[in-house]
């Protein structure tokens, strides 16, 4: 079956703009969970979302990091005012159910972003 | 709070001989242990995990990984590498507590692969 897709794959944008990223969770996955991975460095949990309930932000770096996500389906996270601290690669991720068990996270090919 | 160590930034082997990525963590109670593998401008792709039972894991690829609690370690191995194995590879921890959910990455460890 399909896998989790992002987009754009790259997005080069000036400093101060704003920018929206998608993600599309494999069917059937309630988690989903977005990274951000700096170059030389590992993934820095963002924010979790699971089913219904209120979202982890606890990940989100600044108040100009924001994400959605409608119902069990697309998530679309949103920088506002980008920095070029903001350039890294954004990654999406989604599992069957987050807690309860040591289900895996399966991962989009990620979105590339460049802040200049 | 949880943490992944690994200590080389990068390995090199010659293809046909074994491959090992070192990795120790640091976690309340019993961990839950994963290795993930980055392809250049790809995602990450799972390798195995460890959960409980037998302390060496097998997963894709022909890659295994031994559990060791008392060292606190999940090393990755490859008994004989490949070309192809040259890659970043994560480890990523997280506890084995009831929803809990968050994963915790090392820094990653690159492979080459000479022929």
């Known amino acids: 079956g399909a896998g989790v897709s992002q987009s754009p794959s790259n997005k080069v944008t000036e400093k101060g703009k704003d920018v929206e990223l998608r993600c599309d969770p494999i069917?059937?996955?309630?988690?989903l969970y977005w990274y951000r991975q700096r170059l030389g460095q590992g993934l820095e949990f963002l924010i979790y979302?699971?089913?219904?309930?209120?979202p982890d932000k606890s990940g989100l770096p600044s108040d100009r990091f924001s994400a959605e996500r409608t119902g069990e389906s697309v998530s679309t996270l949103t920088i506002q005012r980008t920095q070029q601290e903001d350039s890294a690669v954004y990654l999406c991720?989604?599992?069957?159910w987050g807690g309860g068990g040591p289900e895996t996270q399966y991962f989009g090919p990620g979105t590339r972003l460049l802040v200049l | 709070a949880q943490s992944v160590a690994q200590p080389e930034d990068q390995v090199n082997v010659a293809e046909g001989n074994p491959l090992t990525v070192k990795c120790t963590y640091s976690?309340?109670?019993?961990?839950?242990l994963f290795w993930y593998v980055q392809y250049p401008n790809r995602g990450l792709q799972f390798l195995l995990k460890?959960?409980?039972?037998?302390?060496l894991v097998k997963g894709s690829y022909g890659f295994e990984a031994e559990f060791n609690k008392s060292q606190t370690s999940f090393h990755l191995k490859k008994p004989s590498a490949l070309v192809s194995d040259s890659a970043l590879y994560f480890c990523?921890?997280?506890?084995?507590?009831?929803?809990?959910?968050?994963?915790?990455f090392g820094a990653g460890t690159t492979v080459t692969v000479r022929a």
């Open positions: 990523a921890v997280r506890t084995g507590l009831f929803n809990d959910y968050k994963l915790s």
């Open positions: 460890y959960i409980t039972g037998d302390n």
């Open positions: 979302f699971q089913g219904n309930s209120a």
């Open positions: 991720a989604s599992s069957p």
């Open positions: 069917s059937g996955h309630t988690a």
């Open positions: 976690v309340s109670g019993n961990p839950y």
